[in-house]
């Protein structure tokens, strides 16, 4: 090969591989349409009050929620409340994804994501900052930043505001962290998520979170206001249930013929060996389970 031709070929490759993107990183940017084919009851009808089954919640946690009322959300103060980071991908996210480029590096500064219930936008850094101190003011959004591994962007989110978990009273607090996952196949979003929290969770809580691609959709904005659904209720009053006295926390049980230890939670719940252990707990009697349902 000639001089003048091998100096040509070899300056043709080095500009390709400067037009690869870094670190094997993929453009996740486009519109993403959530689908609901995993816990699909949960997340549309919502949860079942007492279904603690699967989460490695403490017993201070689960106290807690034996306490929570569902008419909670009708006070006005919590209507408009936003799905917090460690939740809003579980609602009924239909997802705008954006870069943010620096315009002379053409560097990604920034992956955002839009359209979580309370437009929590999520803002996650890609250049290198720091998260902030601990007595940094905490969002609902939390605090991101993000790093490629092969084609995985991988997410760390502090700084969450106390929100929950799951919209029966499993709730987080506001020391709760995040560690995602997000990888596209193609037309096809995942995002796993682990939720930490030395609170009130005993291991991680870890789901996983489908979209499809879908040029054609539209992310609208909106506002959220705040009205009285409940008239003539006393001023300062907030609904709850004093400790054992809640009486629908066995409804659960009884309805789906579960045994009752098992919808309690906790680390134990979370693994296939406990199927084995389940094979031994009494369950609700068919005939009791048929008339508390109805």
């Given at each position: 090969m000639r001089p003048s031709i091998a100096f040509f070929v070899m300056a043709l490759m080095s500009l390709q591989?400067?037009?690869?993107?870094?670190?094997?990183?993929?453009?996740?940017?486009?519109?993403?349409?959530?689908?609901?084919?995993?816990?699909?009851?949960?997340?549309?009808?919502?949860?079942?009050v007492g279904d603690y089954s699967g989460i490695p919640l403490n017993d201070d946690l689960r106290l807690r929620a034996d306490t929570w009322d569902a008419s909670l959300l009708t006070l006005l103060e919590e209507q408009c409340i936003p799905h917090p980071a460690t939740y809003s991908l579980r609602g009924p996210a239909d997802l705008r994804i954006t870069n943010d480029i620096d315009p002379v590096t053409q560097q990604v500064r920034a992956v955002i994501i839009y359209g979580t219930f309370g437009r929590a936008t999520r803002m996650i850094w890609m250049d290198g900052r720091p998260h902030p101190p601990e007595y940094a003011p905490h969002t609902w959004a939390g605090f991101s930043t993000g790093r490629w591994e092969g084609e995985t962007l991988t997410v760390e989110t502090t700084h969450i505001k106390a929100g929950y978990l799951r919209r029966n009273g499993v709730v987080h607090s506001d020391q709760a962290t995040i560690t995602e996952h997000i990888y596209r196949h193609g037309d096809v979003l995942t995002i796993t998520s682990i939720r930490e929290d030395p609170v009130y969770l005993d291991e991680p809580f870890v789901q996983s979170t489908n979209w499809v691609s879908n040029p054609v959709q539209f992310v609208p904005g909106g506002k959220c206001i705040p009205e009285t659904e409940i008239a003539n209720r006393k001023k300062g009053y907030v609904p709850h249930h004093l400790p054992g006295t809640n009486d629908q926390l066995n409804d659960y049980s009884l309805k789906y013929g579960v045994p009752y230890d098992a919808t309690r939670g906790g680390r134990e719940t979370m693994y296939p060996e406990y199927r084995t252990k389940l094979k031994t707990m009494p369950i609700p009697p068919p005939k009791q389970a048929a008339a508390k349902a109805q």
């Open positions: 591989g400067l037009a690869q993107p870094a670190f094997a990183q993929v453009d996740l940017s486009g519109e993403w349409a959530a689908r609901f084919h995993e816990d699909q009851f949960e997340r549309i009808p919502g949860p079942e």
